[in-house]
């Protein structure tokens, strides 16, 4: 419970009609969620204007309402309070209704079109392992200290945002990471949290069915660099040719990290193998268990934040080299007779082009080099032909299937990726609507010593089809093929 007045600032008002002396019990963005005595923010979305609900919410018991415009209905007891930007308001007032839990951690977010998952996961794990107690929020699962809590979004609304921060200061957290998305931070999921640091791994194609042109999708990014303040730290990739836009008009200490030019932090392999990689950043060496260039730019990152936090330089580099990989992402599948299976979530085609070129790296002989993957429904439409074409240019052998369809029809979304295929590669591909059948299919293909990557999905445990989650598991699926095929 807060009293209204105190939760207030800095949410940018500009008329307050009622009283502010007020308790509200909760903070609530969607009508169909009013409880008694909450506070209803009205926000204008991408389907609907929030502001139509007001009405619903103040007759199913709302103590207050901010909005940008006042209703035409009764407003009865409760206080109306006008602000200039709804979003933004509610990100503010979310983080004042919690007292602001980012003030009390170092709060470390990652954005950039791949990695942040990767990257925010095993800055945590390393805190963990150095006996830091650490929190998560990122795709696949938020964490407080070793608690689980299943997440829902890449970055959460700003709720709970606030609330799962504020559980990680009283559980006793130092640190926090988080990825931001490119949504997350054009919506103002983020308005009103205070990072220590910011990260950028990169930027490629992806979403531009939601930032409709590439120069807006690196605007979002870039916010996240222009929030922080001066006493935090702005990391950013070097070799990727956005980079150093992120740091244009931050306050922030600005930093570089790469594997190509010098900057602050550079990486370089040294050797990679299958089960891990030697790397030197600036002049230490150690060995990952990590594998791929993109892996080396990750692990980069971690160890540049680790620093940047004030870490032991031997602690973490000890800590970094016992890491794994992270749930999805480049994870191995062995048979018992021998075939290798990758499950990777690569769901755009830099990332698909980046894993399939590791495969390529860590080839020793004439194995053959299997590729099961689809394109999500709904979803940015021209990564289609580009992903069948990479899929079909660098494996032996595409089977192109379906990654949870959506509201589109399955073999629409097959038709768009096949007019990425040239000619030359027809004979290299198979479509396979059902994804299972897919997978078997390659496992069937495949002997001893060859490598099957099934993409797109990593820790997905569904196949989302119209609406409804049906129960779906690469690796299960991979594991049943083996056995019931005896490979
Ligand atoms: C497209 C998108 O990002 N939508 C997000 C957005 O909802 P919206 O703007 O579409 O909402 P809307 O339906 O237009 O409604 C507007 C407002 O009216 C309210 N409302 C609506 C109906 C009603 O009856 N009553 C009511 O009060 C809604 O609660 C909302 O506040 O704000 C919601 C609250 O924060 C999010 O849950 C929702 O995420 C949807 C479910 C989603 O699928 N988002 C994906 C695309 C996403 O955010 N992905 C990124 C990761 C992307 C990546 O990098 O891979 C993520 O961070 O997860
Ligand atoms: N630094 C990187 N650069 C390019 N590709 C990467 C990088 N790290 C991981 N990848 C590839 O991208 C895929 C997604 O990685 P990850 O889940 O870490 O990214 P993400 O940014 O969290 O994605 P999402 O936006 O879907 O949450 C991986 O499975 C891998 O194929
Ligand atoms: N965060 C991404 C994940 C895509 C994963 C892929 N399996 C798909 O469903 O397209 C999105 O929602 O666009
Ligand atoms: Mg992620």
Not at 158 to 168: A, S
């Amino acid at each position: 419970m807060r009293i209204l007045k105190d939760i207030l600032y800095k949410t940018g008002i500009d008329e307050i009609q009622g009283s502010t002396n007020v308790a509200v019990q909760s903070i609530v963005f969607d009508s169909r969620k009013v409880k008694k005595d909450c506070l209803f923010v009205a926000v204008r979305g991408t389907q609907v204007d929030g502001h139509q609900f007001i009405p619903q919410a103040i007759s199913s018991g709302a103590r207050a309402v901010i909005c940008e415009e006042a209703p035409k209905c009764d407003l009865g007891t409760t206080t109306l309070v006008i602000v200039k930007d709804s979003a933004q308001a509610l990100g503010q007032v979310a983080a004042n209704y919690y007292n602001d839990p980012s003030t009390e951690l170092k709060l470390v977010g990652v954005t950039g079109t791949n990695g942040k998952t990767t990257t925010a996961t095993l800055m945590y794990e390393l805190c963990m392992a150095l006996d830091k107690k650490a929190g998560l929020l990122s795709t696949v699962r938020n964490k407080i200290g070793k608690e689980e809590i299943p997440a829902t979004h890449t970055t959460p609304d700003p709720v709970t945002i606030n609330k799962l921060l504020r559980q990680m200061v009283d559980a006793g957290c130092k640190y926090a990471f988080m990825e931001v998305s490119s949504h997350g931070l054009h919506q103002g999921r983020v308005d009103g949290i205070q990072f220590a640091g910011g990260v950028f791994t990169n930027i490629t194609h992806d979403h531009l069915d939601y930032h409709k042109t590439f120069d807006d999708y690196i605007l979002a990014k870039k916010k996240l660099f222009d929030m922080l303040p001066a006493s935090a730290f702005a990391l950013v990739n070097v070799d990727d040719r956005h980079g150093n836009t992120m740091l244009h008009h931050t306050k922030a200490r600005k930093l570089g990290f790469g594997l190509r030019k010098p900057t602050d932090y550079k990486g370089r392999i040294m050797e990679q193998q299958l089960n891990g990689t030697l790397l030197r950043i600036n002049d230490k060496e150690f060995w990952t268990k990590l594998i791929g260039d993109f892996n080396a730019y990750n692990i980069t990152a971690v160890y540049a934040v680790a620093r940047e936090l004030g870490f032991d330089e031997l602690h973490t580099l000890t800590a970094l080299s016992t890491l794994g990989a992270v749930e999805g992402r480049f994870q191995y599948v062995r048979s018992p007779k021998g075939l290798i299976a990758i499950v990777d979530y690569a769901h755009t085609p830099d990332a698909l082009k980046n894993v399939l070129e590791t495969i390529e790296n860590l080839r020793t002989g004439n194995e053959t080099v299997y590729c099961v993957v689809g394109c999500g429904g709904d979803r940015d439409k021209s990564k289609r032909p580009e992903m069948a074409h990479i899929a079909t240019s660098m494996a032996d052998k595409a089977i192109l299937t379906s990654d949870n369809p959506r509201t589109e029809d399955p073999e629409t979304i097959l038709r768009d990726m096949e007019t990425g295929v040239e000619p030359q590669n027809y004979g290299k591909r198979l479509t396979i609507t059902d994804r299972k059948e897919a997978i078997r299919t390659a496992c069937s293909l495949a002997n001893a010593g060859d490598i099957i990557l099934v993409a797109g999905k990593g820790h997905e445990k569904y196949q989302d089809v119209n609406g409804t989650k049906h129960p779906f598991d690469d690796i299960a699926e991979l594991n049943n093929a083996f056995t019931e095929l005896q490979k």
